[in-house]
């Protein structure tokens, strides 16, 4: 069985040293209070990464696609993520495309994951296949393959699983192996729902944000405890 890794999205160095400490495989850069994508301040990007330095790999959220008008990333990032949201009409979605390919041309050292929201219906997002074909078609231009996050942009307490069943899932993980694609999954995810992915799906990444804080409740504290019992979660058995 191949092993999930876990990815913890931190607002602070703080956070970070301590989701890395209590055995998180990446580290994320995210604002929870800014929506499912939220971008921190370049200050607290930079802060995290030269706490970090090459201990772990390195993510940061970028928004949506209209509002990530400035690529400069520290040096030691290894992964950025663009949403889309406002995707309702052709228009808008060549400008998503646009942006996601201005985006690849000028990070070609960063891995670049494009976020497909499980709720989209909620927020005129694009569909699996099309954020699939958007980021097949731009491998070439990046030194790292792209990858797929499946997510929800609305945190109201109905998570990925409220919106994918575990088969749509699995034919998501299938259709990213065949095609050389990483993919990882989010979405309000509990204790049971990592479990339940680790063993039904095996995506490559699982990421959390609520399940590692204090109550669940993703604008508050990393608790260490919790990111120990999600790693070893994820490592038993592997």
Known sequence: MRR??????????????????????????????RG????????????IAKSIAAQAPLSVALGEWYQSKNWSLPQNIAWAKV?????????????????????????????????????RIRVNGPCFSQVHEWVESTKKLSAHPPGILIDTAIKDGRGLLAWHSLNALRR???????HGLFLALAGSLTFADVLLLKQSVQPDVIAVRGAACAGSARVASIQPDRVRSLAQCLRAGS
């Open 4 to 33: 999930t890794k876990l990815l913890i999205s931190v607002r602070s160095a703080e956070e970070a040293r301590i989701a890395l400490g209590a055995g998180a495989d990446i580290i994320d850069v995210k604002e929870p209070t």
């Open 172 to 178: 998501y993980q299938e259709h990213c192996l065949r």
């Open 83 to 119: 949403g889309f949201t406002r995707c309702s009409t052709a228009s808008e979605r060549h400008r998503g495309w646009l942006a996601w390919l201005n985006a690849q041309r000028k990070l070609k050292s960063i891995r670049l994951i494009g976020v497909v929201y499980a709720d």
């Open 36 to 47: 499912s994508l939220g971008r921190c301040s370049p200050e607290t990007i930079q802060e």
